[in-house]
Structures are given as C-alpha cells and as structure tokens.
C-alpha cells in the first residue's frame, strides 16, 4: 500500500513564505500524477495544485494561482508545494496525493495524513 508523508508545515506571518514536502513510498512515480489539497476548520476539502507524471504541466486553484508552485522529483520520489505571500486565508491541513496517470485530473485516490498550516499574526 502507498504511503504519503507530508513535511513542512508550521506557523509563520501574513506575508510569508513556506514549503511543503511529500515523500511517496512508490519505487517510481512515472505512472502517477501528484496533487495537494488543503482543509481548513469547517470547510471541505480542497483542491489545491496538481502535476502530471514527469512535471510537464501544473494546474492550480484560483485562490493559490500565482502564489503556490507545485514541483516534482522523480528520482527523489518527493514532491513540493512552495507557497508564498500566504494569507491567513491559507490556514489549513495541507494534503499531498496521488492518482494513476489514467484518471482524470482531480480523481485522486492516495493520501498523505497530512500537514498544519496556520497563517497568523
């Protein structure tokens, strides 16, 4: 069974900038494409950013566009979701996950337990 292990989290300022790590317990990530997604107090979960297979396109929400990257390293079998000018809005449970390359772009099936995000001042 796959194992997704989230790092990174903390709390840090308005304003500041944080990153998030995913290490996947697969040999290889060639046939996967990865994802975060984020749940804060109350809500739902959410889609975050998502990259395909070998890193050639990233797709993101609109509220983190332009403020989150989503990259990947297969070799290392770790992803990463660094995000900057973070706004207490961003306050979450930051997910990593994981979906076979054949399912559609949000349909992902493997998830890390997740990491604290807390945006304050």
């Known amino acids: 069974q796959v194992q997704l292990v989230e790092s990174g989290g903390g709390l840090v300022q308005p304003g500041d900038s944080l990153r998030l790590s995913c290490l996947v317990s697969?040999?290889?990530?060639?046939?996967?494409?990865t994802g975060w997604f984020r749940q804060a107090p109350g809500k739902e979960r959410e889609f975050v950013a998502g990259?395909?297979?070998?890193?050639?396109?990233?797709y993101y929400s609109d509220s983190v566009k332009g403020r989150f990257t989503i990259s990947r390293d297969n070799a290392k079998r770790t992803m990463w979701l660094q995000m900057n000018k973070l706004t207490p809005e961003d306050t979450a449970i930051y997910y990593c996950?994981?979906?076979?390359?054949?399912?559609?772009?949000?349909?992902?099936?493997?998830w890390g337990q997740g990491t604290q995000v807390t945006v304050s001042s």
């Open positions: 697969l040999r290889s990530l060639t046939q996967y494409s």
């Open positions: 996950a994981l979906r076979e390359v054949t399912r559609g772009q949000y349909e992902f099936t493997d």
């Open positions: 990259i395909i297979w070998n890193g050639g396109w990233t």
